[in-house]
């Protein structure tokens, strides 16, 4: 069994199909999945697609593209939202400097709203980061010496230094199909550094479907592909690298065992 700790199931490509594609994921052996927020309007949306299905998750945040959107996102709502027994993480949130969809200004002052939010109510904050890594390893180093907050690097495509001032900090790292591709050396290199007890695997579907399966539209189910590919590079048994990242994911969303009912 394992679990995508990253999708966007009301995405098109997903959400047309939804109970199909949460089907497909439970044969491939794929026991649960956080669908991922990324902008205020799609909280219900999200909220009641975990609703709908027992091992379906929820969160709520406000992705680094959308920040100029959401100029007057404040922790309260975030808090009030993450209220929902479903809720179990504040994201996705972060700095991104690669595609500046949004303000970087505006990124940050976001970033830092998801954070307290994150703090206050101990769910924990999944970090967008891409092009941004002095930014984002002062800021988490300076909301940390504020107050603990439990976090997760989604998706990682950082440098080994980034990975390694983010897991100094506490946080968990996840892999998504990226690191199968061709040109990933780099990524692989660090995706074997990182220890097996802060190792997540993720999706982050309809994007970056994980070889053999490039070119469709990804979907909770491929992260099977992912996490075979990690294991053979880890040289770790492909069993031993299921119950490790499953562990890792239920305790980092520790409230995901809460209300698995
Ligand atoms: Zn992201
Ligand atoms: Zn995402």
Known sequence: MLIDSHCHLNYPGLVEDEEAVIARAHEAGVGAMISISTREREWDAVIAGAERHRNVFATVGIHPHEADQHPDIDTARLVAAAGHPKVVGIGETGLDYYYDKSDRERQ????????????????????HTRDAEDNTIEMLGEEMAEGAFPMV???????????????????????????????????????RLIPADRLLVETDSPFLAPVPMRGRTCEPGYVVHTARFLAD????????LESITVNNTLKLFSKMSENCG
């Open 108 to 127: 940050r002052r976001s970033f830092r709203a998801h954070i307290a939010a994150s703090r206050e109510t101990q769910l924990p904050l999944i970090v």
């Open 233 to 240: 590079l880890r040289g770790e048994d492909y069993q031993d």
């Open 153 to 191: 690097i989604h998706c990682f495509t950082g440098s080994t230094r980034l990975a390694e001032a983010c897991l100094a900090l506490g946080a968990y790292i996840s892999i998504s199909g990226i690191v199968t591709f061709r040109n990933a050396a780099a990524l692989q290199e660090t995706a």
